[in-house]
């Protein structure tokens, strides 16, 4: 019975890989059709060349570390920075682009070969899971970008007049805190741009301490933070697809960092003078903006961030809530999105968790049930914005209280479902009182 079970593991381990690596090569062969490199063959360029993000690299490594002992991460810390130091001095010297990570990247695709060539059986097994971790990291952001690239080409029209116009019952969030992040200047800027960008680098923060004990128990936790953030990244791009948008800094304003093709837009008008409300319709938009607003996942990731926090101590659940409210501040103050695309990722977040979660446990009832809710308030947040966005607009004095209940039950039918899953706690048995000896 055993080796049947560890039998069916291993196939649907060797089933996921290759779905994943047809993934890939299928992204690598859009990326090429649009004359771009893919994200393997950006990955395999960072190998030499100056990385795009050289902590995301370093945060990487730092996941794969959880696998090792003490003595091991400090030896592979030092090797990293080493040939940092060496990949820096070259640079310096030619003149060419100066970043580091390189050296982490060495590091993880050393440890997968010593895995190969120097362990084995379980030992074996557990390096390359870490190595595996730490990839996924990287691989994760390589297939977002190339996932933003084709939403770009293959959606020339986008519903940002829909979704602005729905906005309005949530009273237009996204121009009130662009002002406010005007008027906090260049200090509050940078500091939510920092966070915005810097996501992945919490979230190891939060995983690190999810496994902290692998190295020692020498296997993983059944369910931890990296797996929602897969499953998050993996799913969002399909919406992307059906429910095309690019944000109002682009649809309203002039692009991002004055980057956007400002032309495109309706008007240069946020987040000063909010749209004229007038009957929305499909707008055509430029080839190289990103269609990723619908659901904000960057809200589904820090939202994420903020429920694996939970369990951690206080110094980590505090640095979890700031995540979520300066995330929150930063896609809405920047212009990135919409306040519909905030609850709509929330609601996205919480569905899939409450779907691991159960899958970890065993479905039953009440994980079926968390699910379904799920899934059917995001879709009604979908189809509301698509098909009543006048509606919206005219009342929000009902459809904004009914858009935030809807997103409360699903936070509280969550919290209520998963605190009924915790394990509880058995009282210790006392012992039976002994009789009087008389």
Known sequence: MTGRRVSTRAKLWIAAGAVGLVFLVALEIAARHYGLPGPMANQAKEVIFAPKSGPLLYASMALMMVVLTWRERFIALGVAVGIDVVFFLVRWAVGAQMMFGNGALWVMIGCAVIAVTRRTGNERLLLLKGVGLGLLLVAGRKTGDTWLLITSKTRPMVLDQYVATADRALGDPSWLMGRAVDASGTIGSHLLDWVYVQLPVAAVAVTVYQLRNVASLRRFPSHHLVRTFLVIGLLGPGIYMLFPVVGPVFAYGH???????????????????????????????????????MPSLHTAWATAIFIHSRKGPRALRYAGTFWLIATLCATLGFGYHYG?????????????????RALERGWDWSGTRLVVHGAVVFTGLLVSYRYLPMEMARLPWLYGPLMLLATGSVIYAYMRTVERWAPKAVPAQQPAPQPELV
């Open 255 to 293: 692009g991002a960092f004055g980057t956007g093709s400002a032309r495109w837009a309706l008007a240069d008008i946020w987040p000063h003078t909010l749209p004229t409300l007038s009957p929305p319709q499909w707008m055509q938009y430029d080839t190289h903006t990103p269609r990723n607003c």
């Open 340 to 356: 519909t695309d905030i609850i709509a990722g929330v609601v996205f977040t919480l569905t899939i968790e409450a779907g691991l």
